[in-house]
Each structure stands twice: as C-alpha cells, then as structure tokens.
C-alpha cells in the first residue's frame, strides 16, 4: 500500500498554519498516492485475498467502503 506523511505546513510570517494535511507515498516508487487510488488498490486487495482465502485486515476492508 502506501506510507503515510504528514505535510506540516507553516508559513513563518506570522500568519496562521494551515492544518496538517495527510499525504500518502507509494512504497517503491515514492510518488503521491491519491485517495481514489488507495481505495482501488484497498478494492483490489480483497478480491485477491478472497481468492487466496486469507482474511483481510479490517482497516483496509474500512477504506474500500468508502467512495472515490
């Protein structure tokens, strides 16, 4: 799946920080991973695990419910 960053961003003039926002990194390639993404990869991962007859974890069956 993909690593979880955070993105603190702070704008040191004295202005208000944006809130923190989360950012997810593909393990091999590093680049950005979009929401609708890891919930296809989330999507795909129980269909091959289904074949494989393994349980999936639930957090992974939580993010493929959601909608892209």
């Given at each position: 799946?993909?690593?979880?960053?955070?993105?603190?961003?702070?704008?040191?003039?004295?202005?208000?920080?944006?809130?923190?926002?989360?950012?997810?990194?593909?393990?091999?390639?590093?680049?950005?991973?979009?929401?609708a993404e890891?919930?296809?990869?989330?999507?795909?991962?129980?269909?091959?695990?289904?074949?494989?007859?393994?349980?999936?974890?639930p957090w992974?069956?939580?993010?493929?419910?959601?909608?892209?």
């Open positions: 799946m993909a690593d979880e960053q955070r993105d603190d961003a702070t704008t040191g003039g004295g202005e208000p920080a944006r809130p923190a926002q989360t950012v997810y990194r593909s393990r091999i390639t590093g680049q950005i991973v979009t929401q890891r919930i296809a990869a989330a999507r795909a991962r129980i269909v091959a695990d289904e074949i494989r007859g393994i349980e999936t974890e992974i069956v939580e993010l493929a419910k959601q909608r892209a």
